[in-house]
C-alpha cells in the first residue's frame, strides 16, 4: 500500500506541475511567428500634446507605407495596430497611427498607457490579435517595451535608448514558432517616408 500511495502521490505531484507550467506554455506560444514592428510618434511642437505639421505629414506617409510594408522581400501588413493611452501630455501616439488605422479600417489598440509595458507584453502573449502587430510608442519608454516583449535594448538601440531628436527608425522583433524572440532575425531599421529622412540607421 505505501508503494501505491507513494506512486500515486508522485503521479499527482506530476499533474500539478504541468498545470502550473501550462499557462506559461501558452503565453509564451500566444507570439507564435509573429512579427512585431515599433515606430516612435510624429514629430512633436513646441507645445501641445498633438503632433507638429512634421508629424502630421509622418502620420499621412505611414498611412501608405504600411498599407502594406515591404519587408525583406515580403508583404507585411499589420494586422493590429497598438498606440499608447492618450494623457494630458501626450496624444501622439494615437495620432501617428490614426490615419493608418482609417486606411486599413482597423481600430487602434490604446488600453495600455506609458508605464504599463509589462502588462502590454502579457496581453500580446496571452492574445496576440494577429501575427503581424505595429506598435506606436513613446520613446523614452521603447527600452521598457523592448525587455517586455523579450529583447535587448543595447541590442537594438544606441546605448539602450532611443535618441531623442530621431523619428524615422523601426524596430523589427521576429518570433518562431514557440513565440520566443529570434534576435538574429530583429533589428532596428530606417522607415524613410519623409524628405530628410536617413537611408541607415546610423546614430
Do not use: N
Not at 499557462?23 to 500634446?49: C, F, M, Q, W, Y
Amino acid at each position: 500500500m505505501r508503494t501505491i500511495g507513494s506512486k500515486w502521490l508522485g503521479g499527482l505531484g506530476l499533474l500539478v506541475m504541468a498545470w502550473l507550467a501550462a499557462p506559461v506554455i501558452a503565453a509564451e506560444s500566444g507570439l507564435a511567428d509573429a512579427t512585431v514592428i515599433i515606430i516612435r510618434h510624429g514629430e512633436k511642437p513646441a507645445h501641445g500634446a498633438g503632433l507638429s505639421p512634421q508629424g502630421q505629414a509622418r502620420a499621412a506617409a505611414y498611412a501608405r507605407e504600411f498599407a502594406p510594408l515591404s519587408l525583406d522581400g515580403q508583404t507585411w501588413q499589420p494586422q493590429h495596430l497598438l498606440a499608447s493611452r492618450d494623457s494630458r501630455h501626450s496624444r501622439r501616439e494615437t495620432l501617428t497611427l490614426a490615419p493608418l488605422s482609417q486606411t486599413l479600417g482597423l481600430a487602434e489598440d490604446d488600453r495600455f498607457p506609458e508605464g504599463a509595458e509589462s502588462a502590454l507584453a502579457a496581453e500580446l502573449r496571452a492574445h496576440p490579435g494577429g501575427r503581424r502587430i505595429l506598435i506606436c510608442w513613446h520613446h523614452g519608454a521603447m527600452p521598457q517595451l523592448l525587455t517586455a516583449l523579450g529583447a535587448d535594448p543595447a541590442s537594438v538601440l544606441p546605448a539602450g535608448r532611443w535618441p531623442a531628436a530621431v523619428f524615422d527608425w523601426m524596430i523589427v522583433l521576429r518570433y518562431d514558432a514557440a513565440g520566443h524572440l529570434l534576435p538574429g532575425r530583429s533589428g532596428r531599421r530606417v522607415v524613410a517616408v519623409l524628405p530628410g529622412d536617413r537611408l541607415a540607421p546610423d546614430q
